[in-house]
């Protein structure tokens, strides 16, 4: 025994230094492969994120933060294990990344990042609040800031949904989360979409309930009668966008109210009272449309109308049933025994009696011969003279009670005082005057716009037949056309093009906006803002839109669209190409090269874009190059295309004389109030106009782009710095003027209607040329949807019937009034006709 007690010291000496031998070399070894605590954030910061690492879980606390222990920090990204849950009833969480190695967490806090879901809901009203079934909704279309598309219909319109609400990405100083928004792209009712396309923006991780604002109307249809402004019809035929047709029925008063109708473009026609043509109407405003109808009076009207002209052709074209009408021929038994036409039938020369010849020889000369009385003319109720016979004295005159007045001598085979073709034609004349006359005198109580004045004294003119010496008053000359107006120093006698962006989307306007336009927050994707913006400026006078552009698949798709639009309007655009990159960098020549090329292959021959004899396009960049580089960038071009550049020295425009067609002035950043920018405009043109260029002059409201770095600031003085801009540019002999800007927001040089500022600087500009804006059109979709109802009052339309109906039978009447009147045939038969020689 006392060997083995011997044994028993050493060998547990081995045993503990083989059991502490382990624990001292893990205590040498690297930290990463000692036991310790690991630290996590989660990003965001979200309290309940469930994490297992060796088969231990524990959750993150209301700061996001979590600490587990473990073993060692080796392999720790196959051992951290963060579980898809929910971490409240409407948010969920789905790992997405850690920030760098795990296994670095013994030094460290480790980034945890997660995208988060979230639960959200919705709910429709009309612009006043009031709610909107979910029922009435087709289609609903949402899409993310990531490019996510939720387009959803039937019964999931009305149920919640899960969304992408996070995700992170790797930043300079770690992981950050970026909060995910959602724009409605379209809501569909009855076949047409009811908001503004991207105008409404929600952010889930903000707002978990929606409220969508959807574009329903209050509209009052009403119809009158085409001619006659009187109420007409019995209701309205309503065919709506997706074919739906609806009968709506006038109520008392004339009327009928549709009280939520949804925007969009209908087709309406009246339903009874005539004939009506259906018409699309655009609706995007509360708003009432009259429509018209053809009514049977209107048919009738009409009909009278064409048999009038009908008859007037009819007798012009057959010259002897008109003289049948206005002059009946005369019996036979009038005609004295012998006589016979002088001139052949159907001529215009009047009927000229030829004496027969008698047993005694031919008449005499110096006996007068008798002619036609003129008609109207009266006879005289003096004795007429007869000539001497061999039974009478020539000093005696011979008086026969009951002979007719003899007519005065003839000469030349007419009767003096006898009308002659002329004077006939000039009676004509005098009677379509005063038919003319009594029908002005009916219609005179009717407004008539741009009626002329009237002269102070009324013309007077002599009786028919009066001799100009007769007249006891100075013969009043011909009215003179009053001298046009000399144009007003402030309209414009040249194009008015405004500079036009077409880069926006609905992110756009988070980024250094002071002001936002009254159309919304839309997207240059929108064709329906794209019209609205052409009819706005059109409504203020301007020609057309100098559209920033260049060579990129979405510009290419918005430039498409936007001729597209120029063209139904009968609006001009050019070309403003951006060979500036987002640094103010310019393009690569050979860059600027193709794009120009691009643009003349698809546009050159487009119409939308003559406002001069080619195309324009203003470069703008071109000043950073010389004149050799710009000839080998655009000379080929130039045969399609006038290409101009955007100098702003007079060295400049010297330095690329000869190889661009001309020069746009892009500056917005002066002041024409307190600077002399008149003179350097004036330089600009005379340098530009010397070798025959076109010089575009800039005009603006005013600058401040301190929100993207610039340091200049120039007031808008509520429209003042616009028109003395205007001034100034047009002082310059300018052949176009470029009014900066329609919509550049972040340079705050934007005219179109906006939040801020309203109207005011469209209205300025329009005032400045002269032109009255309709303040219906500048915010509506459709310039003609609220039509005014046309024609005439019921009396004057009356009236206007029964005078255009009496013209013709009073014009034959007077005619037949100036005709010879019928003589009563002799009532002893077989006794000789006492013919009056004044009928003869």
Do not use: C
Request: hydrophobic share 40%; proline share 9%; net charge positive.
């Amino acid at each position: 025994m006392t060997p083995f007690r011997r044994l028993l010291l050493p060998l547990a000496v081995v045993a503990t230094v083989l059991t502490l031998t382990p624990a001292a070399a893990a205590a040498d070894g690297p930290a990463s492969r000692r036991p310790g605590v690991l630290r996590m954030q989660t990003v965001p910061p979200l309290a309940g994120v469930q994490v297992t690492v060796d088969g231990t879980t524990v959750r993150s606390d209301s700061h996001g933060r979590i600490a587990v222990r473990v073993r060692n920090f080796l392999g720790l990204e196959d051992r951290i294990k963060v579980a898809a849950a929910a971490v409240s009833p409407d948010r969920r969480v789905v790992f997405d990344r850690f920030r760098g190695s795990p296994d670095a967490g013994v030094r460290r806090v480790v980034e945890v990042g997660l995208r988060t879901v979230r639960r959200v809901s919705w709910s429709f009203v009309e612009r006043l609040g009031t709610p909107v079934p979910v029922e009435r909704i087709t289609t609903m279309r949402l899409r993310s800031s990531t490019g996510e598309i939720h387009q959803l219909s039937g019964a999931d319109l009305g149920k919640p949904r899960w969304v992408a609400e996070s995700r992170t990405q790797q930043g300079p100083l770690g992981l950050a989360s970026k909060q995910l928004y959602y724009v409605v792209d379209s809501v569909v009712v009855d076949g047409t979409s009811v908001v503004n396309r991207a105008a409404q923006r929600f952010v889930p991780w903000d707002r978990q309930e929606w409220v969508i604002e959807l574009l329903f109307f209050k509209v009052t249809f009403s119809a009158t009668d085409m001619i006659f402004s009187r109420q007409a019809g019995d209701g309205v035929v309503l065919t709506r966008a997706d074919g739906r047709v609806e009968r709506l029925g006038f109520a008392a008063d004339g009327t009928v109210l549709v009280p939520d109708l949804p925007r969009g473009t209908y087709e309406v026609k009246v339903a009874g009272g005539g004939v009506s043509f259906g018409r699309p109407v655009s609706i995007s405003r509360d708003q009432q449309v009259v429509l018209s109808v053809i009514s049977p009076l209107d048919l009738s009207l009409v009909v009278l109308g064409v048999l009038a002209v009908a008859l007037g052709l009819i007798l012009v074209g057959r010259p002897h049933l008109f003289r049948l009408l206005v002059r009946p021929r005369r019996p036979s038994w009038l005609r004295p025994p012998g006589s016979r036409r002088t001139t052949a039938p159907g001529a215009d020369a009047p009927e000229q009696p030829v004496p027969a010849p008698t047993a005694a020889g031919p008449a005499s000369p110096d006996q007068p011969v008798p002619v036609p009385s003129a008609p109207g003319a009266g006879a005289s109720d003096q004795p007429v003279p007869v000539p001497a016979t061999s039974g009478s004295t020539p000093d005696q005159p011979v008086s026969t009670p009951t002979a007719p007045a003899a007519r005065p001598p003839v000469a030349d085979g007419v009767a003096a005082g006898a009308p002659t073709g002329a004077a006939r034609r000039t009676d004509g004349r005098r009677g379509a005057a005063v038919a003319v006359a009594a029908l002005l005198t009916l219609l005179a109580p009717l407004p008539v716009a741009d009626r002329p004045a009237s002269a102070d004294t009324p013309a007077r003119t002599a009786p028919a037949g009066t001799p100009d010496t007769a007249l006891p008053w100075t013969a009043v000359p011909p009215p003179v056309a009053a001298a046009a107006p000399a144009p007003s120093a402030s309209s414009a006698p040249v194009p008015v093009l405004a500079y036009y962006y077409i880069w926006f989307n609905p992110t756009s306007w988070n980024r250094a906006k002071t002001d936002y336009p009254l159309l919304g927050r839309y997207s240059s994707d929108d064709t329906e803002i794209l019209r609205r913006h052409v009819r706005m400026a059109k409504a203020a006078g301007i020609d057309g839109f100098l559209v920033s552009w260049k060579h990129t698949p979405q510009l290419d798709a918005r430039l498409a669209a936007l001729v597209d639009v120029a063209r139904r309007e009968n609006f001009k655009l050019g070309i403003v190409y951006q060979g500036l990159d987002f640094a103010r960098d310019p393009l690569p020549l050979a860059t600027v090269r193709a794009d120009l090329g691009h643009f003349a292959d698809r546009y050159a021959t487009e119409p939308v874009f003559d406002i001069f004899d080619r195309p324009v396009v203003v470069w703008t960049g071109s000043e950073k190059f010389t004149a050799e580089q710009i000839d080998d960038t655009v000379g080929e071009a130039r045969r399609r295309l006038l290409v101009l550049g955007n100098a702003k020295n007079v060295d400049t425009v010297a330095d690329t004389r000869g190889v661009l067609d001309g020069q746009a002035y892009y500056w917005s950043s002066g002041d024409p109030v307190e600077e002399k920018t008149d003179r350097k405009l004036a330089a600009m043109s005379e340098a530009v106009k010397r070798t025959g260029g076109l010089w575009i002059a800039p005009v603006a409201p005013g600058f401040d782009a301190r929100m993207i770095g610039g340091r200049r600031d120039v007031d808008r003085r509520d429209g003042e710095t616009l028109r003395a801009s205007f001034a100034a540019a047009r002082r310059s002999a300018p052949d176009a003027l470029g009014v900066i800007s329609w919509n550049e927001f972040s340079e705050n040089t934007h005219i179109e209607p906006s939040e801020r500022h309203g109207e005011t600087y469209l209205e300025v500009l329009a005032d400045l040329l002269g032109r009255a804006v309709d303040h219906d059109v500048l915010l509506e979709s459709h310039a003609t949807s609220d039509e005014k109802p046309w024609g005439l009052p019921a009396w004057a339309a009356l009236l206007s019937t029964v005078a255009v109906a009496a013209v013709p039978p009073l014009w034959l009447v007077y005619r037949r009034r100036r005709a010879p009147s019928a003589v009563t045939p002799p009532t002893q038969r077989g006794a000789a006709p006492q013919v009056d020689p004044v009928d003869l």
